[in-house]
């Protein structure tokens, strides 16, 4: 075989096995699912951060939820501003029964993620039923040494809703 023919040879072998590898490495991807988020410290992104969230809520997993709601939590709805504590008390009162979350987008800055998006909520608050239309919502996510807390979480509703 001519010198060049070898080379060919090698070039040729070489260029099959990082084909055979890319397709594996492709397949795997559709292979294995992506975990579900059960809890926020399962989480990596906004997005999860508010499906576990909202899950918490729902399966009343107050002991999560705790431990990813800042001291200094602000909690601003349509009724008016309210600190960690009376959130959570708040928060406590609603029987999530179903959510949907919809519009959902994410913005990172640094240690920190804004999330908005719109929540269709069925069952239950302290005073009655949730508005049959979505809600706007926003939180805001900081990466602290504990781990992802929320430091901020606003409600939007508007007139006649």
Not at 81 to 92: H, M
Not at 93 to 101: A, C, D, F, N, T
Not at 111 to 139: A, K, N
Request: proline share 3%; glycine share 10%; with cysteine.
């Amino acid at each position: 075989m001519p010198r060049w023919g070898k080379i060919g040879h090698m070039f040729r072998s070489g260029a099959i096995v990082l084909l055979l590898v890319a397709l594996l490495a492709s397949g795997a991807c559709t292979v294995y699912s992506k975990r579900p988020v059960k809890t926020i410290a399962d989480a990596t992104g906004g997005t999860g951060f508010e499906q576990a969230f909202w899950r918490d809520i729902q399966e009343r997993n107050w002991k999560d939820l705790d431990r990813h709601i800042a001291a200094n939590f602000m909690y601003v709805t349509p009724a008016g501003r309210l600190d960690r504590v009376a959130a959570l008390a708040e928060i406590e009162k609603m029987r999530v029964l179903e959510y949907s979350i919809g519009d959902l987008t994410t913005e990172m800055n640094g240690d920190t993620f804004i999330v908005t998006y719109t929540i269709t909520l069925r069952g239950s608050t302290g005073e009655g039923g949730f508005p049959d239309q979505p809600q706007r919502h926003m939180t805001v996510w900081q990466q602290q040494k504990a781990g992802w807390v929320a430091i901020a979480h606003s409600v939007l509703r508007t007139e006649g809703k």
